[in-house]
């Protein structure tokens, strides 16, 4: 195996260009270091202009994703050694505006994610002297895998759907949606169900599926949102013939 | 949910000139799964041609013998012998990707117990068996 591998860097300077042009790194490739540390070698040793977010390296923290060869990635788990002989083109997450080099401008996600209120809604709070809100491992395991959400938005990178509309609400706000629907402490679904079956919200999704394809965490989106389409279509229904206060 | 995006603006250390990059008119062909995507959805119009099929011959039994007779003649042509075999091997990639979508938007509960994907994937094809069956048997029985 090659001891080194060479490393497409994405650079956009915006004081300088105004378009995405590439550098070169030949970087060393153990059979141990991901993509991540190539970037920071490249960092620490050969250019330290390069501008890219990482924080974790374990997979936890979400901040590393970027484009390998084309696929949304976590960096922090994506291995050098996985594309010898190289190169390795390293770009900024798609569907994204960049701000800077590998940097791109998450605030279309953040602001999306709180109009879904991902967190646990509550008709009137229990008193503490009330006890704690039970639940069973089976009623944990409904929602289970939507909260191992890590919102590192390599979904949004991979949706064309949110590539071609930025209005669509994407794949993460939705199942993070979910996984409080199906949380039986949780009492929100019918405020949530106002922004998600909006044209803007599940029915946006023409489930291309590769948001699930790409998760690192197997949280699989495209289900969630299928999922919720069917709850929605059976609720519209509902509200049709059983008329509203009946 | 509007984008604070200053697009002409001048760089400056305030004013950030965000990059954003237009999706390609092509972009299904990017990928082998975002063509898979488009075949699938282009699928439905091979689906819509046999109920406009079915409604043509529906019409052709109304309005009599002679009306039956000229549109299977129609049929056998070789140019719609040929549409309809198209057709019918679209449709068929039509219903098998759906068929493999369904168990990932479908979760069945029996009593507390989750049915695993698989069982939904093989009810599906059992239906699909089963009424093609009942089709089979109502031509053979006539």
Known sequence: MADRIKLQVARYRPEQESEVTYDEFEVPCPKDWVVLDGLNHVKDRMDGTLAYRWSCRMGICGSCGMMVNGEPKLTCATFLSEYAPGPIRVEPLRNFPVIRDLIVDIGDFMRKLVTVKPWIVRDEERPLSAGEYRQTPQEMDEYKPYSMCINCMLCYSACPIYGLDPKFL???????????????RDQGSGERMEVLSEHEGIWGCTFVGECTKVCPKHVDPAGSIQRYK???????MKSFFVPRGA | MSHPVNHGHVYTDYHPRWLRRRVSTYWWLEKPAYFAFILRELTCLPVAWFAIYLLLLIKALVDGPAAYAQFMAWSASPWMILVNVVSFV???????????????????????TKVPGQLVLLGHYAAWIAASAAVVWLLVRA
């Open chain 2, 90 to 112: 679209l449709l068929v990639f039509h219903a098998i990707t759906f068929f493999v979508a369904a168990p990932q938007a479908l979760v069945v509960h029996l009593g507390r």
């Open chain 1, 230 to 236: 069917l709850t929605a279509a059976l609720e519209s």
């Open chain 1, 170 to 184: 994407g794949p993460a706000a939705i199942a993070l949606a979910q996984r409080y629907n199906l949380d039986n």
